[in-house]
């Protein structure tokens, strides 16, 4: 999405730490949304956000910051399996009152041994 | 397993052909939407139903794109004289809103991969 931005690609070592920026623009925020992509396979939903703050859940945290329109998504303890592409999608309530979803272009993130 | 279906997996077709595609979605999911995208970037939203009424249609949504959720269960999104532009993952997703729940979160299908050639 044009409003949203993320970067492209990132590299870890197996057991690190990666952390996922997302920035946004939009007048009618209302809940920031992190999911995960394996190839050729389904986005699933991994954490969302709607107020300030950090969110755990296992490995993976999410952080948001409404003043900034910035999130990250931190995965801790890096696992081959974590390989995946990383999407941000923002819903916004500006053009209609039902809450589309945005994506951006999604982080690959590239686990080595 | 009671996700979000896709059928077909795969669809190689030739420019100007016809093809449909079904989303089965998670069966108390009352909003249904169809998504494409392409290598490289994060899904574009087409369109979206709540229920059997199809509610908005994305500026993507070209006149030969049509979809359909007849009974506010199942749908299946039409793609006429399919051009290579086409050329996508066409996925869908599900989910339930009811008053009171903010989430509303999408469930996805593994989607529809189409080749035009």
Redesign the interface.
């Known amino acids: ?1 044009q409003n ?1 931005d993320q970067p ?1 690609e990132m590299t870890a070592t197996e057991g690190a730490i990666v952390q996922i920026n997302c920035t946004y623009q939009t007048s009618g925020f ?2 920031l ?1 992190w ?1 995960q992509q394996h190839a ?6 991994l954490s ?1 956000n ?1 107020l300030d703050g950090l969110e755990e859940k296992g490995r993976f945290s999410s952080f948001l910051s409404r003043s900034k329109g910035y999130s990250y998504l931190l995965l801790k303890e890096l696992q081959m399996k974590d390989s995946a592409s990383y ?1 941000c ?1 923002v ?1 916004d309530l500006t053009t ?1 009152s ?9 982080t690959q993130v590239v686990v080595t041994p | 397993d009671t996700g979000v279906s896709q059928d077909p997996r795969h669809k190689i077709t030739k420019r100007g052909q016809n093809v449909t595609f079904r989303c089965d979605p998670i069966s108390e999911h009352n909003r249904l939407y169809w998504y494409r995208q392409t290598l490289g970037q994060g899904p574009e939203f087409l369109t979206y139903f709540q229920n059997e009424a199809q509610l908005e249609k994305s500026r993507l949504l070209s006149d030969r794109f049509s979809a359909e959720r007849p009974k506010g269960s199942f749908s299946t999104l039409e793609i006429q004289r399919t051009e290579q532009g086409d050329s996508a993952m066409y996925l869908c997703a599900s989910s339930l809103q009811t008053a009171g729940v903010a989430k509303n979160i999408q469930y996805f299908g593994a989607g529809t991969r189409l080749s035009v050639l």
Not at chain 1, 98 to 106: M, P, S
């Open positions: 999405g949203i492209t209302n809940g949304f999911y050729g396979e389904a986005p699933t939903f969302y709607v999407l999608a819903r209609d039902w809450g589309k979803f945005q994506f951006g272009a999604g």
